[in-house]
């Protein structure tokens, strides 16, 4: 089940996000073995299992561990390869994931890919244009056991000739790993497909576990969550998400500062950029605008109109094209705004409907005569 914050970070912590995951986890559970969005694992069911434990921002998030076999020999002791997702060669991917090591430091951590054309032959790509067949961005030891390090590889579009960006980061302090490398990739032109993964590989100590949290797929195109926002998580490195958040049965509340999906530094307590679609949207109004039909409602008329229209551009208490393109507008209020104009029209209606009538009665006396 994802947590919480994995919710947020898709929401558009994903940005905070204004694109979606590659990696599906969205139905990974408690137990072992894989789940939806992941084609294969490494090692046997047994050697993978998924659980509640503590994310990188102390919330308290399904986790996915690498259990070692206990062999000192070559084995796979944990990991998975997701699904084949299709790309696109002229654009660049950032892949990335949370990873901690506890127990002892034998074995190998790894996060990589793989890159296959249609025919599924690998199309992973040095920088000097080499094939790699099995290419991983980062491999070897975490700097420090029992510790979350947030690793981030890049496999570039096929014309790229750029520098490398990959890095792994400091879980605690969110500063770069300077002693360590992670090396990035370019496809080949005619590149298809790709998938995500990671491993734990020849461990030979039983009782050490591999965590991973938050796998992480992005087209690298100014949408994507910014390396800081997965640094610092849904409070802004505030602490847990339970320190803003609170549940009260199936439901949830956040009473403190705003909410931006697609943006940062959102000015309104709930800030989209983009659409919201929703089968209904209530807003609580007062002064809705029965008025009109008062007894002392001074209806304006339709020369004060015309002469209004002549000045300004717009109707009366109406908001003109600039304010709109300024300052948007209120759905509440502009609906109030509307029926005051729907109201009034039906007045001037009613009272074309009364001249009509007495223009006819005027005629026909007249016809009768």
């Known amino acids: 089940m994802k947590s919480f914050f994995q919710i947020i970070i898709l929401m558009g912590a994903t940005g905070l996000l204004g694109q979606t995951n590659l990696v599906d986890d969205s139905t990974w559970t408690v137990g072992t073995g894989g789940g939806s969005g992941v084609s294969l694992i490494f090692g046997t069911t047994t050697r993978n299992e998924s659980l509640m434990g ?99 590889g890049y496999i570039h579009n096929s014309s790229y000739s750029g520098a490398n960006l990959g890095e792994m980061y400091d879980g605690s302090t969110g500063q770069k790993v300077t002693s360590v490398t992670v ?81 940062t530094n959102p000015t309104d307590e709930l800030e989209v950029n983009g659409t919201v679609h929703s089968k209904g949207i209530k807003a609580n109004m007062t002064g809705w605008p029965d008025y009109v039909f008062g007894a002392e409602y001074k209806l304006p008329s339709l020369e004060e109109i015309e002469k209004y229209i002549h000045q300004h551009g717009h109707l009366p208490n109406m908001p003109s094209a600039s304010e709109v393109a300024t300052d948007g507008i209120l759905l509440g209020e502009m609906n109030k705004r509307l029926l005051e104009k729907i109201e009034e029209l039906t ?3 009613l009272e074309e409907n009364k001249s009509l009538k007495q223009t006819e009665a005027q005629l026909n006396r007249l016809r009768n005569k």
């Open 183 to 263: 090396t990035d990739f370019k496809f080949a032109s005619n590149a298809h497909r790709f998938r995500h993964r990671v491993l734990l590989f020849a461990d030979s100590n039983a009782s050490d576990r591999q965590y991973h949290w938050a796998p992480t797929i992005y087209e690298v195109n100014g949408q994507e969550p910014t390396i800081q926002e997965l640094l610092d998580g849904p409070n802004g490195g505030s602490g847990p998400t339970s320190d803003l958040w609170t549940s009260s049965g199936s439901s949830i509340s956040y009473t403190t500062g705003n909410v931006g999906i697609g943006i």
């Open 347 to 349: 007045l001037y209606i």
């Open 54 to 152: 503590t994310d990188p921002h102390g919330a308290n998030s399904l986790l996915w561990a690498a259990v070692p076999e206990g062999s000192p020999t070559n084995s796979q002791d944990g990991g998975w390869r997701t699904d084949w997702q299709i790309i696109d060669p002229s654009k660049t991917y950032r892949f990335t994931v949370w990873m901690k090591k506890t127990g002892s430091t034998s074995g190998l951590s790894y996060l990589g890919l793989n890159s296959i054309d249609n025919s599924g032959n690998n199309t992973t790509l040095t920088f000097a244009g080499n094939v790699q067949s099995n290419p991983y961005f980062w491999w070897g030891d975490l700097p420090e056991l029992d510790k979350w390090y947030l690793i981030i």
